[in-house]
């Protein structure tokens, strides 16, 4: 069976989702959810959620899906304690050493891997199928074709998202709202700064903001695939939209889709439109929402006329009173009220007509978008909310006889049954019970879930049952059914503390980077060096050729590996048969296969290590801590891993990496048709603050952001080491030859000092300091984020 998985952002959204024909609900609880500014669920709304959903036999699954830091860890395992003995179905999760644990303390308890632990490729499925993750939700980056392998060769359930807002990023490798604003996504607080205008290439637009995807059209494609699990993004939805797009998936996956459906879904939100993203190639700008980031609405018509506050339109579409409408990107809107049609207050007009109704500000020619439908919300409303819900029917069965306990069983479609005994009757005097009466009061069910369509009755004639005690035999059946649904499960204690280990002084300077030519320019200043990364448009050279020329490199694997995999596994072969055996990797799929091959591995940012257990979760030589942790919580990290640890003290933070391509969209062109407008050259996307961020393409055309300016801890590098961390990585993206000397001398300066418990500013840690001056971010180090 394919599973329709959908959002719940409140308890009204749930019983949207439920009573519109979801299999499933995900959704948030007020602790450690990805969705910070959904209303989300309390404990008490929880239980009442299980109970709810499971009545319909709907399963419930909860989102714990944000990185967490030491001091968070032990909150986090209680909490899923207390999911798991609710009943919920399965736990959605993120942080890798939080898998771990749910492992050892929850061993039965369902996991998904979440989006944000960014699986795009077989390997990576696989990987956290091996930690004991039941079901993947796949990166919304892949095509139909791609998902189709995955599908047919993995052990895993998959997930895949079908309709729904897009994040333009690799979920789970996004820190632009983190680094620009403080807000981390991978925490649930993203403020979607991909969302805002920016300039590129002189043009102003949203040159970040993808259209919301939609495949209703396509539903008979993705059954072909062998997925589980079809999701609909949308906790941030009202329970209107949730209903909407739900019903339509519904019929859709039923063969029974209408073009009302399409209508519906269209009009509760779009944004200009929709897209297939990926699904069947890679889109150019007809996957963008150049114009506005919100809700478009659909086109009404246009103003023909203006008197005073009040305009005339030429309608295109029905409107009706109280229907929202808008002049199309310029803030301007109105719930329609006293419309008059030739003179005359109407409430409802239709295509063709011209209608008048108050509009302040609005101007001749404008163009007018309808951004809601009145009609809509309502019967959305109704299928939730009004008298004739879906309710589950129910047979029930009682037996009334003399010298016997009363029996009452009642009995689901599901077929999940609970009995209730009670005190045997009294002899009726007059007026025995009768089974219309019986039949009356069992079919009270108005405030449960429950609808009696069958009664079976073994009845004495001469007994009689108060009209209350059969009452409350109705009410504790349907409880215990209510009850046995829940699926409550055995409290689990959980007793975690996390062993401290001693702290480490000595560093090793390591160099990170692309670029052949500044490791042959600077290598000597570094004990290690890692090359590779991304196949960016500016990088140069290859390992094999500073091999040959003395110079010890290893491999560097990025956190986003699709189309170059093969290439990259037989690299990686290549550089065992020679000897080279340690590699820095941020990818989960090819940490796999080097595993497999017996390599030394680091883990990159890729792995999201935000705590201690992290480092633990899987065999490493040592790992990048988080670019988002501040100096106490990196401390607080090292002290409680015996593993290596590596913190970024100097390059730009990358910010996304994007399957898109904003370079050739902006031109409106899409990879089918590209010249190479990017020009293998860095481009700048310039925000309202004249902030300028580097956007650099790879060879595969995916596009990386990186940030306006440079972390450099270089004047503050004793406060990084005195977090105990072992390795300090120098990244070089951009950097003049000349500028990258100067900065590997000084850092190479700067730890030889520390090494020796001194410090100083040199010279040339002067002189970098000096030449970057108002470059320079010290990134989380002092603030961190929430």
Request: charged fraction near 30%; hydrophobic fraction near 40%.
């Given at each position: 069976?394919?599973?329709?998985?959908?959002?719940?952002?409140?308890?009204?959204?749930?019983?949207?989702?439920?009573?519109?024909?979801?299999?499933?609900?995900?959704?948030?609880?007020?602790?450690?959810?990805?969705?910070?500014?959904?209303?989300?669920?309390?404990?008490?709304?929880?239980?009442?959620?299980?109970?709810?959903?499971?009545?319909?036999?709907?399963?419930?699954?909860?989102?714990?899906?944000?990185?967490?830091?030491?001091?968070?860890?032990?909150?986090?395992?209680?909490?899923?304690?207390?999911?798991?003995?609710?009943?919920?179905?399965?736990?959605?999760?993120?942080?890798?050493?939080?898998?771990?644990?749910?492992?050892?303390?929850?061993?039965?308890?369902?996991?998904?891997?979440?989006?944000?632990?960014?699986?795009?490729?077989?390997?990576?499925?696989?990987?956290?199928?091996?930690?004991?993750?039941?079901?993947?939700?796949?990166?919304?980056?892949?095509?139909?074709?791609?998902?189709?392998?995955?599908?047919?060769?993995?052990?895993?359930?998959?997930?895949?998202?079908?309709?729904?807002?897009?994040?333009?990023?690799?979920?789970?490798?996004?820190?632009?709202?983190?680094?620009?604003?403080?807000?981390?996504?991978?925490?649930?607080?993203?403020?979607?700064?991909?969302?805002?205008?920016?300039?590129?290439?002189?043009?102003?637009?949203?040159?970040?903001?993808?259209?919301?995807?939609?495949?209703?059209?396509?539903?008979?494609?993705?059954?072909?695939?062998?997925?589980?699990?079809?999701?609909?993004?949308?906790?941030?939805?009202?329970?209107?939209?949730?209903?909407?797009?739900?019903?339509?998936?519904?019929?859709?996956?039923?063969?029974?889709?209408?073009?009302?459906?399409?209508?519906?879904?269209?009009?509760?939100?779009?944004?200009?439109?929709?897209?297939?993203?990926?699904?069947?190639?890679?889109?150019?700008?007809?996957?963008?929402?150049?114009?506005?980031?919100?809700?478009?609405?659909?086109?009404?018509?246009?103003?023909?006329?203006?008197?005073?506050?009040?305009?005339?339109?030429?309608?295109?579409?029905?409107?009706?009173?109280?229907?929202?409408?808008?002049?199309?990107?310029?803030?301007?809107?109105?719930?329609?009220?006293?419309?008059?049609?030739?003179?005359?207050?109407?409430?409802?007009?239709?295509?063709?007509?011209?209608?008048?109704?108050?509009?302040?500000?609005?101007?001749?020619?404008?163009?007018?978008?309808?951004?809601?439908?009145?009609?809509?919300?309502?019967?959305?409303?109704?299928?939730?909310?009004?008298?004739?819900?879906?309710?589950?029917?129910?047979?029930?069965?009682?037996?009334?006889?003399?010298?016997?306990?009363?029996?009452?069983?009642?009995?689901?479609?599901?077929?999940?049954?609970?009995?209730?005994?009670?005190?045997?009757?009294?002899?009726?005097?007059?007026?025995?019970?009768?089974?219309?009466?019986?039949?009356?009061?069992?079919?009270?069910?108005?405030?449960?879930?429950?609808?009696?369509?069958?009664?079976?009755?073994?009845?004495?004639?001469?007994?009689?049952?108060?009209?209350?005690?059969?009452?409350?035999?109705?009410?504790?059946?349907?409880?215990?059914?209510?009850?046995?649904?829940?699926?409550?499960?055995?409290?689990?204690?959980?007793?975690?503390?996390?062993?401290?280990?001693?702290?480490?002084?000595?560093?090793?300077?390591?160099?990170?980077?692309?670029?052949?030519?500044?490791?042959?320019?600077?290598?000597?200043?570094?004990?290690?060096?890692?090359?590779?990364?991304?196949?960016?448009?500016?990088?140069?050279?290859?390992?094999?050729?500073?091999?040959?020329?003395?110079?010890?490199?290893?491999?560097?694997?990025?956190?986003?590996?699709?189309?170059?995999?093969?290439?990259?596994?037989?690299?990686?072969?290549?550089?065992?048969?020679?000897?080279?055996?340690?590699?820095?990797?941020?990818?989960?799929?090819?940490?796999?296969?080097?595993?497999?091959?017996?390599?030394?591995?680091?883990?990159?940012?890729?792995?999201?290590?935000?705590?201690?257990?992290?480092?633990?979760?899987?065999?490493?030589?040592?790992?990048?801590?988080?670019?988002?942790?501040?100096?106490?919580?990196?401390?607080?990290?090292?002290?409680?891993?015996?593993?290596?640890?590596?913190?970024?003290?100097?390059?730009?933070?990358?910010?996304?990496?994007?399957?898109?391509?904003?370079?050739?969209?902006?031109?409106?062109?899409?990879?089918?048709?590209?010249?190479?407008?990017?020009?293998?050259?860095?481009?700048?996307?310039?925000?309202?603050?004249?902030?300028?961020?580097?956007?650099?393409?790879?060879?595969?055309?995916?596009?990386?952001?990186?940030?306006?300016?440079?972390?450099?801890?270089?004047?503050?590098?004793?406060?990084?080491?005195?977090?105990?961390?072992?390795?300090?990585?120098?990244?070089?993206?951009?950097?003049?030859?000349?500028?990258?000397?100067?900065?590997?001398?000084?850092?190479?300066?700067?730890?030889?000092?520390?090494?020796?418990?001194?410090?100083?500013?040199?010279?040339?840690?002067?002189y970098v300091l000096k030449m970057l001056n108002d470059k320079i971010t010290k990134g989380h180090y002092y603030r961190g984020v929430l």
């Amino acid at each position: 069976m394919l599973e329709l998985l959908a959002p719940a952002g409140d308890m009204e959204s749930l019983k949207a989702a439920v009573l519109n024909g979801a299999d499933a609900v995900y959704l948030g609880g007020k602790e450690f959810s990805a969705r910070q500014s959904a209303a989300n669920f309390d404990r008490d709304e929880l239980i009442q959620a299980v109970r709810f959903c499971h009545a319909y036999n709907v399963k419930v699954y909860v989102t714990l899906n944000t990185l967490l830091k030491n001091s968070e860890i032990k909150q986090a395992l209680e909490y899923a304690a207390f999911l798991y003995s609710i009943g919920v179905d399965a736990i959605i999760i993120q942080d890798l050493g939080f898998l771990k644990l749910l492992r050892e303390y929850l061993p039965d308890f369902e996991v998904h891997a979440s989006t944000q632990m960014t699986a795009h490729n077989l390997d990576a499925v696989e990987m956290l199928y091996d930690l004991g993750v039941k079901r993947v939700v796949l990166a919304r980056e892949l095509s139909l074709k791609e998902i189709e392998y995955i599908s047919k060769n993995t052990r895993a359930e998959l997930e895949m998202f079908v309709h729904g807002a897009l994040c333009i990023s690799f979920s789970g490798q996004c820190l632009m709202s983190s680094i620009i604003g403080g807000r981390s996504g991978n925490r649930g607080r993203c403020a979607q700064p991909c969302r805002l205008e920016y300039r590129l290439h002189d043009k102003k637009a949203y040159h970040l903001s993808p259209k919301d995807l939609s495949t209703l059209e396509f539903i008979d494609k993705i059954k072909d695939l062998g997925v589980y699990s079809l999701k609909i993004e949308g906790r941030m939805k009202r329970p209107e939209y949730v209903a909407t797009v739900v019903s339509a998936y519904r019929a859709a996956i039923d063969g029974k889709l209408t073009k009302s459906h399409i209508e519906d879904v269209t009009q509760i939100f779009n944004r200009g439109g929709f897209t297939s993203a990926f699904m069947f190639k890679r889109q150019g700008s007809e996957m963008m929402s150049y114009k506005k980031p919100r809700n478009w609405g659909t086109y009404l018509g246009r103003v023909v006329n203006v008197k005073g506050d009040f305009i005339r339109v030429k309608l295109e579409a029905e409107l009706n009173e109280g229907d929202g409408v808008e002049v199309f990107d310029k803030g301007i809107g109105v719930v329609v009220a006293n419309m008059k049609k030739k003179g005359s207050i109407i409430k409802k007009a239709s295509s063709g007509d011209e209608v008048e109704f108050y509009l302040k500000g609005a101007k001749t020619g404008d163009i007018l978008y309808k951004t809601s439908d009145i009609e809509l919300i309502n019967r959305a409303k109704e299928s939730f909310e009004g008298k004739e819900i879906k309710r589950i029917p129910i047979d029930a069965y009682i037996k009334v006889r003399k010298n016997e306990d009363i029996v009452l069983k009642i009995r689901d479609i599901y077929g999940d049954e609970v009995s209730i005994l009670s005190n045997p009757p009294e002899i009726a005097i007059s007026k025995p019970i009768t089974i219309e009466k019986l039949k009356e009061s069992l079919s009270k069910t108005k405030d449960t879930p429950y609808i009696l369509t069958n009664l079976t009755a073994e009845l004495d004639d001469d007994v009689i049952v108060p009209v209350s005690k059969i009452n409350s035999l109705r009410r504790e059946a349907i409880e215990k059914l209510l009850e046995k649904k829940q699926g409550k499960r055995e409290e689990v204690k959980v007793n975690f503390i996390s062993e401290t280990m001693q702290k480490r002084n000595l560093k090793k300077l390591v160099l990170v980077t692309g670029r052949q030519d500044i490791v042959e320019a600077v290598h000597e200043y570094f004990d290690e060096v890692y090359f590779g990364g991304d196949k960016l448009r500016i990088n140069n050279g290859n390992i094999k050729d500073l091999i040959n020329k003395g110079i010890k490199a290893n491999p560097w694997i990025p956190e986003i590996v699709l189309e170059e995999q093969d290439e990259i596994k037989n690299q990686l072969d290549d550089l065992k048969n020679i000897g080279i055996n340690s590699v820095l990797c941020g990818n989960m799929g090819i940490y796999r296969y080097l595993k497999s091959k017996q390599f030394e591995i680091l883990l990159d940012r890729g792995f999201n290590i935000f705590n201690s257990e992290s480092t633990k979760a899987i065999d490493n030589k040592g790992s990048l801590i988080s670019l988002e942790l501040n100096l106490k919580e990196m401390k607080d990290l090292v002290e409680h891993t015996h593993k290596e640890t590596m913190a970024f003290v100097y390059g730009r933070i990358k910010m996304m990496v994007s399957r898109q391509c904003f370079i050739g969209s902006s031109k409106g062109q899409g990879r089918e048709n590209c010249a190479l407008i990017c020009k293998n050259k860095i481009h700048y996307l310039k925000d309202r603050m004249n902030e300028e961020f580097l956007v650099v393409p790879d060879m595969y055309c995916r596009n990386h952001i990186y940030n306006s300016k440079v972390l450099c801890m270089l004047e503050d590098l004793r406060d990084v080491c005195e977090t105990g961390v072992d390795n300090l990585i120098v990244y070089f993206l951009d950097e003049s030859i000349d500028d990258a000397v100067n900065i590997s001398k000084a850092f190479r300066e700067a730890v030889d000092m520390l090494n020796n418990k001194e410090y100083k500013l040199t010279k040339n840690i002067d002189y970098v300091l000096k030449m970057l001056n108002d470059k320079i971010t010290k990134g989380h180090y002092y603030r961190g984020v929430l």
